[in-house]
């Protein structure tokens, strides 16, 4: 273990960061913390995707699933620690703010097919396979005590039911549905609500938390026979893939293991044994399945060890061991 985060710790500076904060536990005020911070900043690509989200929300919608999508971008940089006080995300949280909701949840960019029951037409509305993972990043941007932010996950939560969330679009959106039955849970809209209410102190330990809890692993329990929305978890599920961006094992795993009730869970534990099987000999994880947008990132390739990936898969598994 010691080589590995001695390996981490000569990555990237976002691996060097998060491995600092979340292996070593060594606070922000730390000196190496705040200078692999400073790094992180400076780095082209960081500062890229900072300077491209200034243009937020970007393209309008064509698929949740793309990776290059903006709000996909903007919780991969809240992810790696980027806050308020970081140059550029004041200015991108302030677009995404101005874009909300009478419902509460914030908006984007959206164009849904008059036969797939939209109006056809590029219009602000919002989903719940995207509200959350905007309301994700300004709580972990530090703006969780906003008003406007407490507001959105208010009512997002409320959306739960006792099985997860349901598929859920506003109103503008028309009878939008996805691939699934109306009383099934969205597994994809359940996994980004549990990653939310994580960040919220009244709610990461709600009846609606447990209750998403139990949604996936039940799934993952009867992964071979039930498939609500058409999401599996098979083979494609439980390949290694980062940035955690759709329903893949990592994410999941990612997820779940922040819920410490959960911790000795048998289906929790069969899940991160499976994960922890796919080291190599000396303790890195390489990606088995990758998103093209992200391909200049060293998660974004399967040759070999990634550090990023790497990191995060230790973080889930040092979480419950």
């Not at 913390?33 to 243009?55: C, S, T």
């Not at 903006?70 to 949280?93: C, M, R, V, W, Y």
């Not at 960019?109 to 590029?122: A, R």
Request: glycine share 8%.
């Amino acid at each position: 273990m010691d080589k590995v985060v001695e390996w981490l710790l000569s990555g990237e500076p976002w691996v060097e960061y998060i491995t600092r904060l979340d292996l070593l536990h060594q606070p922000e005020t730390d000196g190496e913390v705040a200078a692999a911070k400073a790094k992180m900043i400076a780095h082209p690509k960081v500062a890229g995707l900072v300077a491209e989200l200034q243009d937020w929300p970007g393209k309008v919608i064509s698929s949740h699933k793309s990776a290059g999508q903006p709000f996909h971008k903007l919780a991969f940089l809240a992810g790696i620690g980027l806050t308020q006080n970081d140059p550029g995300i004041s200015e991108i949280s302030a677009k995404v703010l101005s874009h909300q909701s009478a419902e509460g949840p914030f908006t984007l960019s959206t164009n849904v097919p008059v036969h797939f029951g939209g109006s056809g037409k590029d219009e602000w509305a919002w989903a719940l396979c995207d509200a959350p993972t905007l309301v994700y990043a300004l709580a972990k941007f530090g703006l969780a005590q906003d008003v406007r932010v407490e507001k959105a996950v208010g009512y997002l939560a409320g959306l739960a039911r006792s099985n997860g969330w349901p598929c859920v679009v506003s109103k503008e959106l028309g009878k939008f549905r996805g691939p699934g039955r109306k009383d099934d849970p969205c597994p994809y809209a359940t996994l980004i609500m549990l990653k939310v209410l994580q960040q919220f102190p009244k709610w990461k330990d709600s009846k609606e938390a447990h209750w998403g809890a139990e949604s996936l692993l039940d799934l993952w329990s009867r992964s071979r026979i039930v498939h609500p929305y058409m999401f599996y978890m098979g083979t494609d599920f439980r390949k290694l893939k980062s940035p955690n961006i759709w329903y893949d094992i990592l994410h999941v795993l990612d997820v779940l293991t922040k819920f410490p009730w959960l911790k000795s869970d048998p289906r929790l534990q069969e899940m991160a044994q499976l994960v922890a099987a796919k080291a190599d000999g000396d303790g890195r994880y390489t990606a088995e399945s990758v998103w093209q947008a992200w391909g200049e990132w060293d998660f974004g390739q399967k040759k070999q060890p990634s550090q990023w990936l790497t990191l995060l898969t230790l973080r889930a598994l040092k979480r419950i061991a």
